[in-house]
């Protein structure tokens, strides 16, 4: 299993795709991270809006991938998620007891906010990144305009992010995306159609590529 990284930015702006999976049912949390990393996504975000979280947690994370939890509104489920192999968590917007338990246990947490205010309380919780949710609320223009005040604050755009646009959130700004339901539908997960999946995760780290050729 791969230890929590105290610094994932620079990794993140190396491989700047994390998956997000939503599904009512994950057959095989290994085989779907490994699906993934087929398609060139190497992070894998569990979320807690997924039943038995910690189950696929420590499965995925057992099999030696990088993992994470999301969706984290409390302390308890920080310790809980880490506990099962959770490296870095992610919350939907500020919560100030994940960030505080994220400290205590020593890994990185992503903060979640979307106007500028809740940018700087996200920094001054101490986010390792700050996720932009829902980015599709502005569209990636929007990075550029977070810039101008925060720039050196590390942005990662979720929420509507798909093969289509994400190379645009990357060319504007943003350190990293969340893929979603383009690259992980909960049918195809539930079914276990790694093809599928890897199909898709290839078609989106293709199109972020355009946006790493164009910098």
């Not at 620079?10 to 795709?17: G, I, K, M, N, R």
């Not at 057959?27 to 569990?46: K, M, Q, R, S, V």
């Not at 690259?183 to 995760?201: H, K, L, S, Y």
């Amino acid at each position: 299993m791969n230890p929590p990284s105290v610094n994932p930015l620079a990794e993140l702006h190396a491989d700047p795709v994390i998956a997000v999976v939503r599904a009512p049912r994950i057959p095989d949390a290994a085989a779907l991270c490994a699906a993934l990393a087929d398609g060139g996504i190497n992070w894998t975000e569990f979320t807690y809006t997924t039943p038995e979280v910690t189950t696929h947690l420590r499965r995925a994370a057992g099999a030696g991938w990088r993992v994470g939890v999301g969706t984290v509104l409390t302390a308890e489920q920080a310790e809980s998620g880490v506990a099962s192999g959770a490296s870095f968590l992610v919350t939907p917007g500020c919560r100030p007891e994940v960030a505080e338990a994220a400290r205590a246990l020593g890994v990185p947490v992503v903060l979640g906010a979307l106007t500028p205010t809740e940018v700087a309380r996200a920094v001054d919780l101490g986010a390792a990144a700050v996720k932009i949710f829902p980015a599709r609320a502005f569209g990636p223009g929007y990075f550029k305009d977070l810039r101008g005040p925060y720039p050196d604050v590390p942005l990662v755009a979720s929420g509507g992010v798909n093969a289509g646009n994400a190379a645009d959130f990357l060319a504007h700004g943003a350190l990293a995306v969340c893929a979603g339901t383009d690259v992980v539908p909960p049918d195809a997960v539930a079914a276990g159609d790694w093809a599928e999946i890897t199909r898709r995760a290839r078609a989106f780290t293709e199109a972020c590529a355009v946006a790493r050729a164009r910098a």
